[in-house]
């Protein structure tokens, strides 16, 4: 695996801290700035606006530029909105602040994923993609405790001055070991980038990628008052379950990444499944704690672990330029939104389980957008064909050229 993509993955790890900042330190902030904790709740809705629909018009602002200059541009973008979010004077400077940041990290998202599919080999991407998406896994795991601690101790600006920090180390990494590539050869226009948006299958793809991670954030977002209110969890143990759910997220990660390349529509159709189950499991039984864990563990395997082979798939319907992986981030983020908005709407209305519930129904529509895809359907055979993808031949992704060993020459 190229050095450059562990290098990729501490700048995502960097901009998924600062995304997941605000939660831990709602108080502090609301403290700090005025607000109320309702206030302080928008700034995360804020944030993931922003990278759904800032993300991609920054993206094609610096389409042109070769990536390791344009990973550049975005990583001083994040620097100065994250260095805003740390001296906010008010509580409409801090909004600013996560809009900028949010903007930033969904094109780094989008230009990073598309710099990893050119410096690996075609069939090593998913598990690349992978190792890239340990940056965001490492983020729920480590860095939200890690943020949350410092500014529980020294106080949230120091927080937000230690990820700042943090993004300044990852862009010096990049500067020095990311390789200088050339633009990629086959990018065109802005319209020939928006062209591949005609195919419906890619359309498709995007769409159960919003149906993967909305499942799942509708579990996630609410784990703390379930776990509390309705399990029965001391306050205590919840965050313990938490970090054991993160560590589910980075071993369902890396499973994901070694089967992505080869069995793509399978992994996601067993991925969506699995998640069913263990959604309507957790709604039942969300008063039992045993069960709970379990649910709640299984969920971490099978959810945003999802992404490796997310993002091969729509590589493979799509391309595998800065762009279309950009608009993908982008519906992962509207899942997101998805997920914690509407889940808190059914709360008020059903009560704490309601989300659970709501997961459950995303996971069977994103079960129903991969039908036309299913290996059985593209073969007639029950069995994928080889690339992972339900295209017998999948479209090829941009790439360094690939160098065949010559035949052995016979002796005179």
């Not at 949230?156 to 010096?172: D, K, M, N, P």
């Not at 995303?362 to 957008?369: K, S």
Request: proline letters at 6%.
């Amino acid at each position: 695996m190229p050095r450059a993509v562990y290098v990729l993955a501490l700048g995502i790890f960097a901009m998924v801290t600062s995304e997941f900042v605000v939660a831990g330190l709602m108080p502090q902030m609301a403290d700090g700035l005025d607000a109320t904790i309702p206030q302080i709740g928008y700034l995360i809705t804020a944030f993931a606006a922003a990278m759904s629909l800032g993300g991609p018009l920054l993206t094609v602002a610096v389409l042109r530029l070769r990536p390791k200059r344009a990973l550049a541009v975005l990583f001083v973008v994040f620097l100065l909105g994250n260095a805003l979010a740390a001296t906010a004077s008010g509580y409409g400077v801090m909004v600013a602040a996560r809009v900028i940041t949010g903007v930033a990290s969904q094109a780094f998202f989008g230009t990073a994923i598309s710099l990893c599919a050119r410096l690996t080999r075609p069939e090593v991407r998913g598990r690349a993609v992978a190792v890239l998406m340990n940056g965001l896994m490492l983020g729920t795991l480590l860095g939200l405790p890690m943020s949350t601690l410092i500014g529980e101790r020294l106080g949230w600006r120091a927080a937000f001055w230690v990820i700042t920090g943090l993004a300044l180390l990852a862009a010096l990494c990049t500067l020095a070991g990311v390789p200088d590539v050339p633009h990629a050869e086959d990018g065109g226009s802005l319209r020939e980038e928006m062209g591949v948006f005609r195919n419906r299958g890619l359309w498709r793809a995007l769409a159960t990628s919003t149906c993967v991670i909305g499942a799942t954030f509708c579990a996630f977002s609410y784990f703390n008052p379930i776990l509390t209110e309705v399990t029965g969890f001391g306050a205590g143990t919840a965050p313990l379950l938490l970090i054991g759910y993160g560590a589910a997220t980075v071993i369902g990660n890396n499973i994901v990444g070694r089967l992505a390349d080869r069995h793509t529509v399978t992994v996601l159709l067993f991925g969506l499944v699995l998640n069913l189950v263990f959604l309507t499991g957790f709604a039942l039984l969300a008063h039992l704690k045993a069960p709970t864990v379990v649910f709640m563990m299984g969920i971490g395997l099978v959810g945003v672990t999802m992404n490796p082979a997310m993002v091969t798939r729509v590589q493979r319907v799509g391309n595998a330029r800065p762009l279309v992986n950009t608009v993908h981030s982008s519906f992962i983020t509207f899942g997101i939104i998805i997920g914690s908005s509407v889940g808190g709407l059914a709360i008020a209305d059903f009560g704490l389980r309601a989300p659970l519930w709501l997961g459950a129904g995303m996971a069977v529509i994103g079960t129903l957008t991969l039908v036309p895809d299913l290996p059985f359907r593209a073969t007639g055979a029950g069995r994928e064909p080889a690339g992972g993808s339900s295209e017998a031949h999948p479209k090829p992704i941009e790439g360094p050229p690939e160098v065949r060993p010559k035949p052995a020459e016979r002796p005179a």
